[in-house]
Structure formats: C-alpha cells, structure tokens
C-alpha cells in the first residue's frame, strides 16, 4: 500500500522560510516522478514543483527563485523549500507520485497546512 505523508507545515510571517517533507513507503520511490502541489481556498490546485527520477525540475513561475525541490532516494522522501514566503503561498500543500510522464499523478498524501500572514 502506498502511502505518502507530509510533514512541516505551520503558521509563519511573511517573509519567512519552511520546508516541507513528504515520505513514501510502498513503493520504489526513486522509478517514480515527484510533485509538490497546493491548493488555496476557492481556487484550483496547482502544480508548485516536480522533480523526476532523473532529477529533472519544474517550478511554478510564482514560486521560482524561492522554492526548491529536491529529493533523497535513500529516505524516500521529497522536500520543498520555501523561502521568502508571502501571503499568497497560503495553503494545503500535498506531494504527489506518478510513474510515467505521460500518467496522472496516482498518489497523493493527505496535505499540509501553510499559512502566511502579514
């Protein structure tokens, strides 16, 4: 059973930094691309980051510059990092895994909460 599970969120000011850990058991963590996507209040979920098996990365333009994926194989975990948070970056945040490029992402963990304030 495949089973994601983030960790790190919480309440900051803006300006500050978090990072977001997302572990995986179940399954062979480095075959698999892996997202960070979030979704706030009343708006559509949205891919923030991806890193691939190979270490290929895409960002969102709204976070570029300040966050950064990365991934161990060993730990089968993915991390974001986000600096210089802003009010905008305020919402769940939940890691995802696909197997194929051209597949969904057919994992998810449960999310974690980020909220920003001024």
């Known amino acids: 059973q495949v089973q994601l599970a983030e960790s790190g969120g919480g309440s900051v000011q803006a300006g500050d930094s978090l990072r977001l850990s997302c572990a995986a058991s179940g399954l062979r963590f480095s075959l698999y691309t892996m997202g960070w996507f979030r979704q706030a209040p009343g708006k559509q979920r949205e891919l923030v980051a991806a890193i691939t098996r190979g270490g290929n990365i895409n960002y969102a333009d709204s976070v570029k510059g300040r966050f950064t994926i990365s991934r161990d194989n060993a730990k089968n975990t993915v991390y974001l990092q986000m600096n210089s948070l802003n009010l905008e970056d305020t919402a769940v945040y939940s890691c995802?895994?696909?197997?194929?490029?051209?597949?969904?992402?057919?994992?998810w963990g449960q999310g974690t909460q980020v909220t920003v304030s001024s």
């Open positions: 995802a895994a696909r197997l194929r490029p051209d597949s969904a992402y057919g994992h």
